[in-house]
């Protein structure tokens, strides 16, 4: 098979989101709202805050869609109005089905506030086809540890959604989606088979490579997300022979649905929309 074609990059926007805290945001945008499936890629930090210092989202709702949070460094506390409550560490995976909707914080946890530290991740949000978009609320959560690994030729995978070289992932999604985060050491090469007809991004944040289509080689910067557009192919990545590489891809069936969204809410009409801030306001989504 070969390789998948680039429909084209852009370098991720910086700005400050929840409490306050710096992100790198490929999207949503001005002139870029979404990539169907993805509402929203935010890469949180990295930042190193000294004790008593760090901030997260505090109390927010949701509704229609789902929120994925990958920890790299770090460590979160969270709860939501259904009485659910979890902590998240090091190399962790929360997914969380806002579906009818919730309303749902994200902080620091008591111990990380209090030594302070590095904290650093991922803050994505996948959309729900209209048919699932009041589904009960739901979360999936998993350890380092429980998250499949695997290593080919110079390359290591964490396997978070769909299947990898022959490693499925444990997270069961509503939208049919891979997440894969990739590691290549200096000088490796690696080919990731991605599903025919998905959208497909990759996001290195951890230094620059080079990512190849039929036609030619793209060097990409540190921040600089390639996007592929439906059709099939393998994407290919190489690094740079002096250090490693690190990138997170992301690929998903597009819903093709209309998407109407208003801050924390994710319908497909602007009545629904509507709908949900009085439900929220009804408090109808509970309360933590």
């Known amino acids: 098979m070969g390789f998948r074609r680039i429909t084209g990059t852009r370098i991720a926007e910086k700005t400050l989101e929840g409490g306050g805290f710096p992100v790198r945001r490929p999207f949503p945008v001005p002139g870029f709202s979404y990539w169907d499936p993805f509402l929203l890629l935010d890469e949180m930090g990295p930042v190193i805050y000294e004790p008593g210092k760090a901030i997260g989202a505090?109390?927010?709702?949701?509704?229609?869609?789902?929120?994925?949070?990958?920890?790299?460094?770090?460590?979160m506390e969270h709860r939501d109005s259904w009485g659910h409550a979890g902590k998240l560490k090091e190399g962790g995976i929360q997914w969380m089905t806002a579906g009818a909707g919730l309303v749902h914080s994200e902080l620091p946890s008591a111990d990380f506030q209090s030594r302070g530290g590095r904290m650093h991740g991922f803050q994505i949000w996948v959309n729900l086809p209209r048919e699932k978009k009041l589904i009960s609320p739901r979360y999936q959560e998993v350890d380092s540890s429980e998250l499949p690994t695997i290593e080919k030729d110079g390359a290591w995978a964490r396997?978070?959604?769909?299947?990898?070289?022959?490693?499925?992932a444990i997270i069961q999604t509503e939208?049919?989606?891979v997440f894969f985060h990739l590691k290549l050491s200096p000088g490796a090469y690696a080919e990731v088979p991605v599903p025919e007809g998905y959208n497909i991004l990759a996001y290195p944040f951890v230094g620059g490579g080079t990512v190849i289509d039929p036609e030619k080689e793209w060097d990409l910067e540190e921040g600089e997300t390639t996007y592929y557009q439906g059709g099939e192919g393998i994407i290919g990545f190489r690094a740079p022979e002096n250090f490693a590489w690190e990138i997170l891809v992301l690929g998903g069936q597009p819903l093709n649905e209309p998407v109407a969204r208003y801050g924390p809410f994710v319908m497909t009409t602007p009545q629904e929309i509507q709908q949900a801030f009085e439900d929220y306001s009804d408090g109808k989504m509970g309360t933590i």
């Open 159 to 168: 396997v978070i959604a769909g299947e990898l070289w022959g490693t499925k």
């Open 58 to 75: 505090p109390d927010h709702p949701h509704r229609g869609f789902e929120t994925v949070t990958y920890l790299l460094s770090g460590e």
């Open 175 to 177: 939208t049919p989606i």
